[in-house]
């Protein structure tokens, strides 16, 4: 555990995969993680968990399949928003200019969640990877 303060800009220049979160801190039993995030993800969901997105620079567009009668919606997060996507909703997020986010979900989480579409390769499938 790190017990140095932690600059997001600095954490996020360290690397440059994208759709690739990156653990910045612990909280209890949760990841606080930032990713660099451009186009597409894919559909998923998380059945047991919300996930909590804050976008930290560019925009970040999600889709959701939670409209009634199973239809879709889409919300757009400009810099300095935040948004929960509450558990077992499908969602895919994307960002067409490319943006930089912070989530907050618990540790082990898989990033494509626990149902999901096919993952292609500009998506890693992981559980965070340590800041380094």
């Known amino acids: 555990m790190n017990s140095e303060p932690i600059e997001l800009a600095a954490a996020l220049a360290s690397f440059s995969d994208l759709w690739s979160p990156r653990i910045v801190a612990s909280v209890n039993d949760y990841d606080v993680r930032v990713a660099k995030v451009e186009g597409d993800h894919v559909w998923h969901a998380h059945d047991d968990t919300d996930e909590f997105f804050l976008v930290l620079d560019g ?30 909703v499908e969602h895919k997020p994307s960002a067409p200019g490319g943006a930089a986010i912070l989530l907050f979900e618990p540790t082990g989480t898989l990033s494509v969640g626990d149902r999901h579409d096919a993952v292609p390769s500009s998506v890693d499938a992981t559980t965070g990877h340590p800041l380094t």
Do not use: Q, S, W
């Open 59 to 88: 925009e970040l567009a999600i889709a959701l399949r939670d409209a009634p009668g199973g239809g879709e919606r889409t919300v757009t997060l400009p810099k300095g928003a935040v948004f929960v996507v509450p558990r077992g």
